[in-house]
């Protein structure tokens, strides 16, 4: 079956009381999140394999398959390992936090919950994951454009008979130049805020993964600077 992919940020909720799904759906909702709901895990599993997410809202306390195995299941798995988990739980224990963060959820929020406070760490997730894959797309881009233009440097032909074609190459660097400096202020201001988001996460697998992101882009963007 065709992977649907909607324009706006998608959540899944799981949850096996109802009450809960119409509560937080309703929450979700009026922030014009798109959502979907699942009772348990097996239902969660099916509806990842037919659709992707933004996020997961992940109940813990569930029959047959609770949270944490969901969670080690979907992080099994590679089409799926990187979409955001946010446990929901009743439980307040340190060490059933400590197990969520284990089977690789970025997030904890505790039952009763705060209408504010899941928002707060739902929209901060979500600008992780997007500035996140902004990033990675923009890293793998500056790549593939700083080796082109170190290699026409390299090329570049050399006499009176080709004064034309250099005239026409420093037009060209002068152009490059202004978009790359379009590109470094861009890249500085995005390093800055996913730096912020960083401090905000609790999952430490995330925070080294996009810190490995955040030092390639920085190290990108010296090559710019010096080109």
Do not use: H
Not at 143 to 148: A, L, R, V
Request: hydrophobic share 40%; proline share 3%; with cysteine.
């Amino acid at each position: 079956m065709d992977t649907v992919r909607p324009t706006g940020p998608v959540i899944l909720i799981v949850d096996d009381n109802p009450q809960n799904l119409q509560v937080l759906g309703n929450l979700l909702q009026e922030e014009k999140y798109e959502i979907e709901f699942a009772v348990n895990g097996e239902a969660t599993l099916e509806w990842l394999k037919n659709k992707q997410f933004d996020l997961i809202l992940l109940d813990i306390n569930m029959p047959r398959m609770n949270g944490f195995e969901v969670c080690k299941r979907i992080r099994a798995d590679k089409g799926m390992s990187e979409v955001p988990i946010i446990f929901l739980s009743a439980e307040s224990e340190r060490e059933s936090i400590l197990k969520g963060f284990e089977v690789g959820a970025q997030d904890f929020v505790i039952k009763p919950f705060d209408s504010r406070e899941l928002l707060a760490r739902v929209k901060t997730q979500l600008d992780l994951k997007s500035k996140t894959e902004k990033l990675e797309k923009i890293n793998e881009w500056l790549g593939e454009k700083i080796d082109n233009w170190l290699k026409m440097s390299v090329n570049r032909p050399r006499g009176a008979e080709t004064s034309d074609l250099n005239a026409k190459l420093i037009e060209f660097d002068k152009n490059q130049n202004r978009v790359l400096k379009a590109i470094c202020l861009e890249l500085s201001t995005s390093i800055k805020e996913i730096e912020k988001l960083i401090g905000m996460s609790y999952d430490s697998k995330s925070k080294n993964q996009i810190k490995k992101i955040v030092k390639q882009l920085a190290v990108s963007v010296v090559k710019l600077e010096k080109l």
